[in-house]
């Protein structure tokens, strides 16, 4: 059975940092890409960034570039998304997806607020 798990968000500050994880069980890893997506409130999905599962290819949605930081642990078995310099339009809750041709899972999401 498949399992995406996020964890790791919570209040920070505006400039603050968060480290968001994502614990995956139940298919082939290297099979997936991985993707972080965000829901803000009363907005539609916004994608954040990507990541091959066995390569090193990253890419981000240009209001990321330069602050976030994707990244996997293979042994691990968990994708991670680092968030640097926050700012309140990240306040969002952050979705892990793991995608293969007609396979597209995602996991419960995790609540991001960013905030004063």
């Known amino acids: 059975e498949v399992h995406l798990v996020e964890s790791g968000g919570g209040l920070v500050q505006p400039g603050g940092s968060l480290r968001l994880s994502c614990a995956a069980s139940?298919?082939?890893?290297?099979?997936?890409?991985m993707s972080w997506v965000r829901q803000a409130p009363g907005k539609g999905l916004e994608w954040v960034s990507g990541i091959s599962w066995t390569g090193s290819s990253t890419y981000y949605a240009e209001s990321m570039k330069g602050r976030f930081t994707i990244s996997r642990d293979n042994a691990k078995n968990t994708l991670y998304l680092q968030m640097n310099s926050l700012k309140s339009e990240d306040t969002a809750v952050y979705y892990c997806n793991a995608r293969t041709g007609p396979y597209d899972y995602w996991g419960q999401g995790t609540q991001v607020t960013v905030s004063s």
């Open positions: 139940g298919f082939t890893f290297d099979d997936y890409t």
